[in-house]
C-alpha cells in the first residue's frame, strides 16, 4: 500500500547510468513480468509523489511512452547519482518551486516499499535541511534518498569541485538513516531494495513475480 506524504514531495526516477553490468543500453526499458521494468518502478512512486520526472541521458524520446519529463544531468560525464539529484533540484527550480524536498529512487529495482517517501519524510523528524536516506539488512542504499532543495547550491558547488560519492556529499550535512524490514514476495524474503543490475537478476525478479501471482 503506498502512502502519500504530508506535504508535496518531487520523485526523480534515477536512469543516467550506463548499465555496464547489464551490458550496457537501457536497461530499465527490459521487460519484466510482461511490461518495461521502468514501468513497474513509476507504478511504485507515483502514488507516493505530488510529480514525477525521470533522470536520464542521451535521446528523452526513447522514453516517450511513459509521459514523463526527462531530465539529463547537468554535469558531464556520468558523474553518478549526485548528478541525478541535482537534475532534480533543477526541475523542482523551475517547475515547482515551492517544493522544500525531492526523492529519489532506482529506476532498476521493481520491489522498493509502498511508504518509502512518507518514511523517509517522518525520519528527518521535522529538521530542515536534513537529508534522509533509505538502508536495509544494516546496509545504506544511498540512491533511495529525500533530499531538501535548499542544498541545491551546494550539492553543485560540491559536483563542479570534484565531489562523485554521495556519502562524500551527505557527510558534510545533516543526514538520517531509515530502516526497512525485508518484503515478502511470493513466499521468499526479498530485500526491498533488490536491484536487476545483471541479467541473472532480472530473471529472479521475474521469478519473483510469477510466485507472487500463484
Given at each position: 500500500?503506498?502512502?502519500?506524504?504530508?506535504?508535496?514531495?518531487?520523485?526523480?526516477?534515477?536512469?543516467?547510468?550506463?548499465?555496464?553490468?547489464?551490458?550496457?543500453?537501457?536497461?530499465?526499458?527490459?521487460?519484466?513480468?510482461?511490461?518495461?521494468?521502468?514501468?513497474?518502478?513509476?507504478?511504485?512512486?507515483?502514488?507516493?509523489?505530488?510529480?514525477?520526472?525521470?533522470?536520464?541521458?542521451?535521446?528523452?524520446?526513447?522514453?516517450?511512452?511513459?509521459?514523463?519529463?526527462?531530465?539529463?544531468?547537468?554535469?558531464?560525464?556520468?558523474?553518478?547519482?549526485?548528478?541525478?539529484?541535482?537534475?532534480?533540484?533543477?526541475?523542482?527550480?523551475?517547475?515547482?518551486?515551492?517544493?522544500?524536498?525531492?526523492?529519489?529512487?532506482?529506476?532498476?529495482?521493481?520491489?522498493?516499499?509502498?511508504?518509502?517517501?512518507?518514511?523517509?519524510?517522518?525520519?528527518?523528524?521535522?529538521?530542515?535541511?536534513?537529508?534522509?536516506?533509505?538502508?536495509?539488512?544494516?546496509?545504506?542504499?544511498?540512491?533511495?534518498?529525500?533530499?531538501?532543495t535548499a542544498l541545491a547550491e551546494d550539492l553543485r558547488a560540491a559536483l563542479h569541485s570534484g565531489?562523485?560519492?554521495?556519502?562524500?556529499?551527505?557527510?558534510?550535512?545533516?543526514?538520517?538513516?531509515?530502516?526497512?524490514?525485508?518484503?515478502?514476495?511470493?513466499?521468499?524474503?526479498?530485500?526491498?531494495?533488490?536491484?536487476?543490475?545483471?541479467?541473472?537478476?532480472?530473471?529472479?525478479?521475474?521469478?519473483?513475480?510469477?510466485?507472487?501471482?500463484?
Amino acid at each position: 500500500m503506498s502512502a502519500q506524504p504530508s506535504e508535496p514531495i518531487i520523485g526523480v526516477l534515477l536512469a543516467g547510468g550506463q548499465s555496464r553490468r547489464m551490458g550496457g543500453g537501457d536497461k530499465s526499458l527490459l521487460e519484466l513480468a510482461g511490461k518495461p521494468l521502468l514501468a513497474h518502478v513509476i507504478e511504485r512512486l507515483r502514488p507516493q509523489v505530488a510529480t514525477l520526472v525521470l533522470n536520464a541521458n542521451g535521446d528523452p524520446e526513447r522514453f516517450g511512452a511513459f509521459g514523463l519529463d526527462v531530465v539529463a544531468d547537468p554535469v558531464e560525464g556520468f558523474a553518478g547519482p549526485l548528478a541525478g539529484v541535482l537534475a532534480g533540484y533543477g526541475w523542482a527550480r523551475e517547475n515547482a518551486p515551492e517544493a522544500r524536498w525531492i526523492v529519489t529512487a532506482a529506476s532498476d529495482t521493481p520491489f522498493f516499499p509502498g511508504d518509502l517517501v512518507q518514511r523517509l519524510l517522518s525520519a528527518t523528524g521535522g529538521a530542515y535541511p536534513a537529508i534522509a536516506l533509505a538502508g536495509s539488512a544494516g546496509r545504506l542504499h544511498p540512491v533511495f534518498g529525500l533530499w531538501p532543495t535548499a542544498l541545491a547550491e551546494d550539492l553543485r558547488a560540491a559536483l563542479h569541485s570534484g565531489t562523485r560519492k554521495v556519502l562524500d556529499w551527505t557527510d558534510r550535512h545533516m543526514m538520517v538513516k531509515e530502516e526497512f524490514a525485508p518484503a515478502e514476495i511470493g513466499g521468499k524474503t526479498v530485500d526491498p531494495f533488490f536491484n536487476a543490475n545483471r541479467p541473472d537478476d532480472l530473471a529472479e525478479a521475474q521469478a519473483l513475480f510469477e510466485a507472487a501471482a500463484r
